[in-house]
């Protein structure tokens, strides 16, 4: 099924509003604006990924290595 972008985008953002209620340790109460999207808020909410896995990939301790001597030695800009 083809979801027009601007749906997509909107239904992104209330996961990611969903994930951050859930780290401001809020309940899990879908909020009137998000209502449209109440089920990406609420996967965001109970930390499901996005894409429907079951956890976010991780980030390998190579790839935090490389990002953290590139910050380093730009000055952490």
Request: proline share 3%.
């Given at each position: 099924?083809?979801?027009?972008?601007?749906?997509?985008?909107?239904?992104?953002?209330?996961?990611?509003?969903?994930?951050?209620?859930?780290?401001?340790?809020?309940e899990?109460?879908?909020?009137?604006?998000?209502?449209?999207?109440?089920?990406?808020?609420?996967?965001?909410?109970?930390?499901?990924?996005?894409?429907?896995?079951?956890?976010?990939?991780?980030?390998?301790?190579?790839?935090?290595?490389?990002?953290?001597?590139?910050?380093?030695?730009?000055?952490?800009?």
């Amino acid at each position: 099924m083809a979801v027009a972008k601007k749906d997509q985008e909107r239904a992104n953002y209330a996961w990611m509003y969903g994930v951050q209620a859930r780290k401001d340790d809020r309940e899990r109460v879908v909020p009137d604006f998000w209502r449209e999207h109440a089920e990406a808020w609420l996967q965001g909410f109970d930390g499901v990924a996005l894409d429907g896995a079951d956890k976010p990939k991780a980030v390998g301790a190579e790839m935090e290595a490389e990002v953290d001597d590139a910050a380093v030695a730009r000055g952490g800009t």
